[in-house]
């Protein structure tokens, strides 16, 4: 009996130049330490990254923030699924596509429509308008916004750390920084910074559902 090889499609969407970047990986080419997925445009790339303990750690350029963000998934996910998303930890922004092929052109496919339509309601004409180096939008109105959806979020008890779900008795506080908002819990220390340099960004955080602490 022959086996068949472990494979899966892996998708990003480049935050400069807005291309879907798209690679199949095998079980053996991961093997091989990391992987890389670089976009044409040479600004962007995604990285993965075969664990010791068997789980890949991706690292995904983010079309809102100006850092990466690092997820960690399962080999059984990670080869198993056939269509698994990875969003933005501050948004409702998908970002990674990990999957059957043809189900991962679909999902890009419409997550750009998704994009395109969040950054003509927060009048955004590109993208690279929000990654040039040393740009930073000074409009009290997006600092007004992502105020307003952390105090929603915790007035409807959606914002979760690392204390006990069953404790009432969490307290968050909200720190201005130069970077954005860092909500963080007295308690535990958890924190999550919220950024606050772009329209698209605060739009994206008006549809999140809850905040995670880390």
Known sequence: MVLQPKHTTVAYRCPHCGAGVMSAVGAFSLSADMVKLKCDCKKSEMTLVHRPDGKVRLTVPCIVCAQPHHFTVSEKVFYG??????????????????????????????????????????????????????????????????MFVIHDLDAEGKIFCKCDVADNGREYDAEITDEGVRVSCRKCAASRLIPTDSHLAAHAFLNADALYLE
């Open 81 to 146: 699924k056939e269509l698994f998303v990875l969003p933005c930890p501050y948004s409702d922004i998908n970002l990674a596509f990990l999957g059957e092929i043809n189900l991962v052109k679909a999902e890009l496919a419409r997550s750009e429509l998704e994009l395109l339509d969040m950054m003509e309601k927060s009048g955004v004409e590109d993208l690279q308008s929000l990654h040039e180096d040393g740009e930073t939008l000074p409009d009290p109105q997006i600092l007004d916004i992502v």
